[in-house]
C-alpha cells in the first residue's frame, strides 16, 4: 500500500480547519458528495475507480511531529490549532459506488459524513485518487470497446506524471478492461500481468535488422514479438520477420508475432496479414501501437485492418481528447448541522443537489439498467413516482414504470474512519466493469453523440432545491 | 528526496535487458539521446525540468531481493540473468541541459552514455520525469507570460495524476515561473510557498454569507481573501466584501482581497474593481480561478479585466490545450560499439540525429539567443559555417554569421553513476528560466503563431546522416 503524507491536502482547507477551530464549529456535523457534472470524453458515462487509494488516506491521516513543525514555521497557526492536529484523525463516514460501477452525472458517488473539519480537510486527496483514476477506468472502457475481442496492452508510463502516477493508470486502466500493463512497477505491487518485447534500440544495436530478429527469436523462443518498423516496414522489416518465422518452424519453434509503431496501420497490418498468410503463418498476431485510442482502434477497425493487439500509451496515461484531460469532479456541502444546504452561484451548471441523500438504479427485468434516481434519503421512490430530471427540472419529468426493480447501489464503505468494505481484488473490479457496461441502454457505449443515460430526481429532493433556492435568492 | 522502484520501467526494457545479457553484449558500450520532435502547446520553445528526480532514480537504481523473487515468479528469466541483476547499478554518465534552459526540437535535451544495458533500462524513468515536468514547465512559462507583472498560484493538486503527480505539477511550475501552490505537501518538500483562503464551503457551513465572510476575518485578519461568487457575485458577495472590508477598516485591519470563480471573469472583475474603488478601497486585490489557462488569461486581460492575482489549476496539472497533455519526448540510441546509429521508420519525422553529438547555443553581442546548432562530438562550428535544418537539410542552409559567441550549453551532470553537479534549488531554475525567456527572438512567447527559433545541424552530422540513410537503404 502507497503511504501518504497527511499534507496530501491544499492550503485552504488548512486555513479553513483553523478558522472552523478557531470559531469553535470544527466539530459541527457536516456531510459533503463527491460527484462529476459532466460524462468525460463526450461519452455517456464514467467508470468509477480511485475509492481504494483514497480510503488508504484516510484511514491512516495522521500529523507527524515534523508535519506539525513546518505547519508551525509558517507563521499562520496559533499553537492550540497546531496542538488540535496532533489529535486530528478522520473518523468519519463514507458512503460510495463500488469501484468499477457505471456512474452518471451528478450522482453522489462518494458521500462523507463527519465533523466540518475531517470532511473538509480530505476534499483534495478524496478529489486527487477519484478524479484520475475514474478518468482513466473509462478512457480504458472505452478503448477496450473500439477494441472489441482484440486484447490490449498499457504502456503509458513514459508519459505519466511521474511514477504513481504511472501506476495510478495500470490500477485504473485495469479496472476499465485493458488487463495487462508494461509497468514493472505495477506488476509487482499491484499484480497486474506485465507484458512487453522490444524497442527500435534491440534492432539498432546489431549490425543488421536480420541479426537482430535472429538474436531475439534465439533469447524468446516462446514469446518472440519482433517490432518490424525501425528501417522500412513492408521492405525490411516484414521479410526479415518472416525469415525468421520460417528459421523458427524449422527450430520446431513458432514466431509468436509482430509489432508496427508508425505509419498508416490499417494499410500496413492488412499487408502484413497478407504477407504471412501467403507464407504460411496465419497464426502471427499483429501488435500496432503508435499514439492510439478509442477514435484510431476503431477507424483501422472499420477499414479492415488486421490488429490482434493494440498497445495503448500516451492517449490513455493523458486521457487525451474532447472533454477529457480531467474529470472535474467536485466535493461540495451537502448538509450541516441539521440543515440542508445549496451552493448557487452565476453559473446555473454549478448549482448542488442539498441534503443527505440515496442513490438508486432502476432496473429492467433483463436486467439492463433503466434509469438512475437520486432521492432524500428518508426517500423510498417507488413506482408510479414522478421524477425530474436535475438540471432541468421545469422541461422534463417522468413517472417511473412498474416493471423496474430498484436496488440502493452504494455501500457504507468506512466507519468511524475504519475501512469496513474492502475490495482489493482488482480481477473482481474489471469483472465488475465488463457486466455494467453490458448492462447499459443500447447506444451508451458509441463514441459519437451517445444515447444518454437518464438521471432523475424526486419530487421530494426537487422541491427541497427549488424552496432554498427562493429562500437564498431573498 | 522521494525513493523509486527499481522497477520503475517499462517491461520490454528487461526483456531486452535478458537479451543483451543472454547475447554477451550488454556490457556493449552506447549512447542515447533524449528529445522530443515539437514544441508542446503550437509555441516555439519547451523549458527543460525534470532531470534532478531523474538523476535520483539512476544514483539509487538497484534490485532488490522482492524485486528479483517477483521477477523469478514471472518465469520469463534465466536465474544467471536474475543474479546479474542482483548486482546491477548505473554506471554511467549524463550530460544534460540546466533545468530552466529553454530548449528546443530536437536538441539531446540529455545524453547517457554507458553499456547497452545500463543505458537501455532506464529510458522510462527518464522520460517519465522529464516528459511531464518539462510539458508542465512550458505550460507555466506561458501562464506566467500571459499574466504578465501578476502573480499567478498554483492550485492543481485535486486534478493531478496522484499525489506525486501532484508534486510534480508543483515543482515544475516553480521553474516554469508560478512561485506559489496550493499543496502543503509540495510545501514541505520542496520548500515552495504555500498559499489559499477559503472554498464555497466555508460560506455555506455559516447561517449566511455574511456571518461566513465577517468570521474568516475575525480568523484571519492579515490575509484575509473573501470568496464571494457562492450566492450572487455582485448581488450578494461583492456587497456583503465591502461591508466587512468597512468593519475591518474601522477596527484598523485591511481586507486583503476577494476571489471569482466562476462567471465572465473580464465583467465581473471590473465591476468588483470599480465598486471597491468607489467604497475607498483602491488596494483589495482580485484573485481569479475557473480553467484559467494562457489563452483566458490573455483574453481577460485584453478585455480590460482587473485580475491582480491568477489561480491556475485543471489546466495547468493536466497541460491541456493544442499540442498538449504530452511533451512526446523520446529516447533513441544514437551511437553503439564505435558506430553512429540511425533509425528511419516510414516516417520521415521520426528520422533521428546519428552519433555523439555537442549542442551549441550562438550568442548576440547583445546577450539574446540567435540560434542552436547541434555538431558531432568532435566538431567545433566556426563563423562562416554553412548549417542545415535537421529536418529539411535540402531546403535550409545557413551561413552562422561573423558577431556571435558560441556556448556549449549541456553540462556533464552524472559520471560513473554519481551525480557530479546538484541543482537542488529550486529558486535559481526559476530565475535560469525567466532570464532565458527575456533572450529568446523577438516574437518567440507570442501565444499563437510565434517566431520560430532555428536549430540547425552542422555539415558533418548532415553528411554522417545522409550516408548512413543510404547504406541503410541500400
Known sequence: MQTYSPLFSDFYQLTMLAGYFAEGIHETPAT????????????????????????????NLQFGDDDIAYLRGLNEFTPEFLDFLKHFRFRGKVTAMPEGTCVF?????????????????VETALLNCINFQTLVATKAARVTTAAGRKSVLEFGLRRAQGPDGGLSVARAAYIGGIRSTSNIWAGKDLNIPVKGTH??????????????????????????????????????????????????RERGEKLLGIRIDSGDLAYLSKEVRKAFDAAGFPDVLITASSDLDE??????????????????????????????????????????????????????????????????????????????????EREVPQPGDRVFDPTAPLLRSRIIPDNVRFESIRHTVMENGSIVRDESDLACLADRCVSQLERLPEGSLRLLNPHLYKVAITAGLNDLRTRLLRELQQ
Not at 460527484?35 to 484516510?58: C, E, T
Request: glycine share 10%; hydrophobic share 40%; proline share 7%.
Open 105 to 121: 452525472p451528478r450522482e453522489p458517488l462518494v458521500t462523507v459524513e463527519g465533523t466540518l473539519a475531517e470532511t473538509q480537510y
Open 295 to 376: 477514435y484510431v482502434i476503431d477507424s483501422v477497425n472499420r477499414e479492415g485492418g488486421c490488429v490482434d493487439i493494440w498497445g495503448v500509451g500516451t492517449r490513455l496515461a493523458t486521457c487525451a481528447g474532447e472533454g477529457g484531460g480531467a474529470l472535474g469532479g467536485v466535493y461540495k456541502l451537502a448538509w450541516c448541522n441539521g440543515l440542508p444546504k445549496l451552493k448557487i452561484t452565476n453559473d446555473p451548471s454549478k448549482l448542488t443537489l442539498p441534503d443527505r441523500k440515496k442513490l438508486w438504479r432502476l432496473i429492467n427485468p433483463d436486467g439492463s439498467f433503466f434509469m438512475d434516481v437520486i432521492s432524500l
Open 32 to 59: 459533503f458528495d463527491l460527484y462529476f457534472r459532466k460524462p468525460p470524453f463526450q461519452g455517456s458515462y464514467a467508470v468509477f475507480a480511485g475509492l481504494k487509494p483514497a480510503l488508504d488516506f484516510l484511514e
Open 199 to 248: 524497442a527500435h534500440s534491440w534492432v539498432m544495436s546489431f549490425p543488421d535488422e536480420l541479426t537482430a530478429f535472429r538474436a531475439y527469436a534465439r533469447c524468446f523462443p516462446k514469446n518472440c514479438i519482433l517490432l518490424i518498423d525501425t528501417y522500412d516496414t513492408l521492405q525490411s522489416g516484414l521479410p526479415n520477420a518472416i525469415t525468421v518465422a520460417r528459421e523458427m
